[in-house]
């Protein structure tokens, strides 16, 4: 089993819908939780930490179960520009584990 | 501007040859990453180093080196051991410290190294 593994996607959506992903990991001393964007053929970029009490940035929703071992990012009214590649990313003692990513494609 | 510069953005290995990417970051991050990244697939961890003169192998580090003699840099040399070496390769970086910030990873735009 995969220290993190994420939906396989990809995922293909309309201008507008809204979009959740989910993320589950296998270490339960991870200490922090993040998500990135990695545009294609680009580098990974932080999109947001998630906190334990769930935290919002705009359109996207983060929320940490840690008793399940399980992270989910919600996008709202999704954009054409949200398409990209979101990968999980759990760490813990200075070293983070990414999952393989989650393709979202927005068509018009 | 604070960043992590990597280079050459693209590399050519001939066989058997060894080859050196360089990453450098002005972030005053403690520890510093390199991953590898095929196509379609998610990174993995070749090597990192929390301290200047320490690093612990990743997940794939078999046919990889690296050094850390400077806090800034931390270059990776794909040797002629390494018998796939065509991927995408990021370096990162991050704070081990600080509140909100711990663990966050930096990254630099990657270098593209590929076999003639």
């Known amino acids: 089993r995969k220290e993190v593994e994420q939906d396989p996607g990809p995922f293909n959506v309309p201008e507008g819908a809204t979009v959740a992903f989910n993320c589950t990991y296998s270490?339960?001393?991870?200490?922090?939780f993040f998500w990135y964007r990695q545009d294609c053929r680009k580098e990974p970029k932080l999109l947001m930490s998630v906190y334990s009490s769930g935290n919002e940035d705009g359109r996207f929703t983060a929320q940490l179960n840690r008793a399940s071992q399980y992270i989910s990012l919600l996008i709202r009214d999704s954009k054409l520009s949200d398409s990209a590649t979101y990968l999980c990313v759990v760490s813990w003692a200075g070293k983070s584990t990414f999952g393989d990513g989650t393709t979202l494609t927005v068509k018009p | 501007d604070g960043g992590i510069t990597q280079s050459p953005k693209y590399l050519f290995r001939k066989e058997g040859q060894n080859v050196t990417l360089s990453c450098e970051q002005n972030l005053n991050h403690d520890a510093m990453y390199w991953y590898r990244q095929d196509p379609g697939q998610g990174l993995r961890l070749i090597y990192y180093s929390q301290i200047v003169n320490d690093f612990q192998k990743g997940d794939i580090a078999e046919g990889y080196s690296v050094s850390r003699e400077k806090k800034e840099s931390f270059p990776l040399t794909v040797t002629s051991a390494q018998k796939n070496p065509t991927a995408f390769y990021l370096c990162?970086?991050?704070?081990?410290?600080?509140?909100?910030?711990?663990?966050?990873?930096?990254f630099g735009a990657g270098t593209r190294l590929s076999v003639l």
């Open positions: 990162a970086s991050s704070k081990l410290a600080g509140g909100l910030a711990k663990n966050i990873q930096y």
């Open positions: 270490n339960s001393a991870s200490q922090s």
